[in-house]
């Protein structure tokens, strides 16, 4: 092979090793950052999950106040009217 072609190649396939080098580091990063995103919305899952969960709960609770209201207001009545 001409000296000339080879030193020309030599010289290409540097150019393009370092062009990779760049873009494999940008992926490197961007890849980071993904992994963070993602890192940040399973926390946001999660903490809407314990609320919806903590919005059941309190649910119930108001549905048993109601119910015992509702208990001592029938209780109340019976008592009234059998005085």
Same mark, same amino acid.
């Given at each position: 092979?001409?000296?000339?072609?080879? +030193?020309?190649?030599?010289?290409?396939?540097?150019?393009?090793?370092?062009?990779?080098?760049?873009?494999?580091?940008?992926?490197?990063?961007?890849?980071? +950052?993904?992994?963070?995103?993602? $890192?940040?919305?399973?926390?946001?899952?999660?903490?809407?999950?314990?609320? +919806?969960?903590?919005?059941?709960?309190?649910?119930? $609770?108001? $549905?048993?106040? $109601?119910?015992?209201?509702?208990?001592?207001?029938?209780?109340?009545?019976?008592?009234?009217?059998?005085?």
């Amino acid at each position: 092979m001409d000296a000339l072609l080879e +030193k020309f190649l030599d010289e290409r396939h540097q150019q393009v090793m370092s062009q990779f080098a760049v873009v494999r580091e940008e992926l490197r990063q961007t890849n980071e +950052k993904l992994d963070i995103q993602s $890192g940040r919305l399973r926390q946001v899952e999660t903490d809407v999950a314990v609320l +919806k969960a903590q919005e059941t709960e309190s649910r119930r $609770g108001f $549905g048993k106040i $109601g119910a015992a209201i509702g208990s001592l207001i029938a209780g109340a009545t019976y008592w009234w009217t059998q005085r």
